[in-house]
């Protein structure tokens, strides 16, 4: 069974900053493009990053120069690192990873539960 457990996330002041971290755990013999995204209430949910095997990025016009995505793919582990925090930011932020999961050459969609950031004075 393999699962995705996110962490970092917390209560943070305007212009502040915040790293968030997912590990991916299980029966893997792959990952694919790895991502974040993020839900604030009453709104859906929207891309914030992805990330590829090979290293490539891309982020939602709306966190690009603040946010960065990473991953080691030794570890097995996606990273968000959040700079110059603003209120729009309040969400739950998740991470998602496309996994080989068994000997079949398929990749499955994996979510984590979800980290809350609060970004308020």
């Known amino acids: 069974q393999v699962q995705l457990v996110e962490s970092g996330g917390g209560l943070v002041q305007p212009g502040g900053s915040l790293r968030l971290s997912c590990q991916a755990s299980?029966?893997?013999?792959?990952?694919?493009?790895m991502a974040w995204y993020r839900q604030a209430p009453g709104k859906e949910r929207e891309l914030v990053a992805t990330i590829a095997s090979g290293g490539g990025t891309n982020y939602a016009d709306s966190v690009k120069g603040r946010f960065t995505i990473s991953r080691d793919n030794i570890k097995q582990t996606v990273s968000l690192q959040m700079n110059n925090l603003e209120p729009g930011d309040t969400a739950v932020y998740s991470c998602?990873?496309?996994?080989?999961?068994?000997?079949?050459?398929?990749?499955?969609?994996?979510w984590g539960r979800g980290t809350q950031v609060t970004v308020s004075s």
């Open positions: 299980g029966r893997i013999f792959g990952i694919n493009t």
């Open positions: 998602n990873a496309a996994i080989r999961d068994s000997l079949v050459y398929r990749w499955v969609n994996y």
